[in-house]
């Protein structure tokens, strides 16, 4: 879903939830052999991001925790990489 407000998302929501066709900025599908209850979160954009923004869920939270440092491992290799090549 993407949303220019918050009012607008909420509004995509809604109308998704009354049975309406998807509107442009919002895409449907279905997702098979995977849990059902998994949610993910995605933060994109220029600016939205901060230092240390979800610090307290990774320190509560093990998969996050977890998943930081598999992205901090892939980032570390990557980087190598690129400067080898350099």
Same mark, same amino acid.
């Given at each position: 879903?993407?949303?220019?407000?918050?009012?607008?998302?909420?509004?995509?929501?809604?109308?998704?939830?009354?049975?309406?066709? &998807?509107?442009?900025?919002? /895409?449907?599908? $279905?997702?098979?052999?995977?849990?059902? *209850?998994?949610?993910?979160?995605?933060?994109?954009?220029?600016?939205?991001?901060?230092?240390?923004?979800?610090?307290?869920?990774?320190?509560?939270? &093990?998969?996050?925790?977890? /998943?930081?440092? $598999?992205?901090?491992?892939?980032?570390? *290799?990557?980087?190598?990489?690129?400067?080898?090549?350099?």
């Amino acid at each position: 879903m993407v949303g220019s407000s918050s009012a607008h998302i909420a509004e995509q929501l809604e109308t998704f939830a009354d049975g309406a066709a &998807p509107r442009p900025g919002l /895409t449907v599908g $279905e997702v098979t052999g995977a849990d059902p *209850r998994k949610v993910g979160f995605l933060f994109t954009g220029q600016g939205s991001q901060y230092v240390n923004m979800l610090r307290d869920l990774r320190d509560i939270e &093990p998969i996050v925790a977890e /998943t930081y440092d $598999e992205a901090d491992r892939v980032m570390e *290799r990557s980087a190598r990489r690129e400067n080898a090549a350099a």
